[in-house]
């Protein structure tokens, strides 16, 4: 049983269990992708609302902006976590787990409120079109309303991949998968809901998983991260550790929500069926984002545990097979996703839609563009997540701050209004362009970091082994 639900990563060998390790993370993401994908191709084919689906897709950077700063501090709980474990040090990875839940509730239900109240305001600060700010304004506040789910799932979740298990959260999200598509489908074809309905469906499966994965930390009684009910309470001094690592990983986040919430901005000027197009652009191809977004875990837990075990040559290969196996994936899959981009895309619109030519030429488009140099997002994530591991979370939200939103917001102010660039593809030309200064920043900071890392880390073993040593020479 130990076997199957923890797994050490500080022994053996690295590249195949990270495939081993990454495989159910990937296919947990995706089933988190076919969330909003499903909202977008049941509202986009079933609810005859032509505005529906612009509506839904206005909202994204929004939405994607709180769930971002909560994930990026379950990220530092995952960090606290891996190293805990790495590091054999059973309490403190208890205390750590149970902090991590109750605050993730907590936090979860202030920024639902958070949500609730800036909703209105920011659409409105977006300049989202009149005719779709009911729409969108609609569907945004429902889905706050499962912000509390989706942090109690993330915390647990990241409990669950820091101690080397990925394929719990694939069970969970299998499940609520499921039941979230059937509800989409009930909810808008035969309640006649329109954005109202996808919203509904999404937060119950969120709250399913959410239950499921607190249920399945209680029942893992014999393995030190269990949930006991008398131990939920926050450690002031692991909080404040899993706050110092994750804050900075989820104002990353959110940073880079707050450069997409300004493109939004910007593209609100170019037509409706632009909008639309980008819509399922950004649908499909987070497809691909997700699969690369899995060496950041994979990164971060694999550095994390052994960081906690002093093993500095195995965090070297851990990075190292991390960035040649997000690199084949982004390369791969974005080819992948092109070559079945147009069948993929004429899911998303009714057949019916007068628009319809247009919109799936805006798709296509923006994906051929984006597929290609999908990649480089998914090397600059995986250095992140490797810094991350190592206890590094500052430096990857400084760098994110200079290559990808400031320079994102000069592009849209004053580079996107010009003629040769006022097009769709000529608002998302900044992407490859931040996406490479982001690599280059992050490769420099993580050779400098690694080698600081190293030698003390190496210099914490001679310490031992003088220890070591000493005691053994000691006379009885």
Known sequence: MAAKTKRDLTEGPLFLPMISFVIPVILTGMLQMLYNMADNIVVGQFSGDGLALAAVGSTSSLSNLIINLLMGIAGGAGVVIAQSFGAKEL???SRAV??????????????????????GPALAIMDTKDELMSRALLYMRIICLGIPASAVYNFGAATLRSVGD???????????????????????IVCKMSVEGVALATI??????AVTVIIILFKRKNQPYALEANKLKIDGAILKRILTLGLPAG?????????????????????T???SGKTIAINIEGLVHTSMNSYLHAAMTFTGQNYGAKKPERIKKSIIYALIQVTVIGIVGGQLMNLFAEPLASLYID?????????????????????????????MDTLSGALRGLGYSIIPMVVSIGAICVLRAIWVFFVFPTEQFHSLIGIYTIY??????GVIAMALTIIIVFKKVKSRLLSAADDSDDLTEESETEPT
């Open 98 to 119: 149970h902090t991590s839940v109750v605050f993730s509730l907590i936090g979860g239900i202030v920024f639902c409120i958070f949500g609730l109240l800036i909703s």
């Open 351 to 379: 057949p019916a839609d007068p628009n319809r030519e247009a919109v799936m030429a805006a798709a296509l488009e923006l994906m051929s563009f984006m597929l290609s140099v999908y990649f480089l997002c998914g090397i």
């Open 251 to 271: 104002f990353q986040g959110t940073l880079f929500s707050i450069s997409n919430i300004i493109l939004t901005s910007g593209m609100n000027s170019l037509p």
């Open 273 to 275: 069926t632009d909008i």
């Open 91 to 93: 309490d403190r990875l």
């Open 204 to 209: 119950a499966a969120q709250y399913i998983s």
């Open 432 to 437: 490859p362009i931040s996406w490479s200064l």
């Open 166 to 188: 990925s394929k719990t959260p694939l069970f969970i999200l299998s499940c609520s998968g499921i039941i979230n598509v059937l509800l989409n489908l009930f909810f808008v």
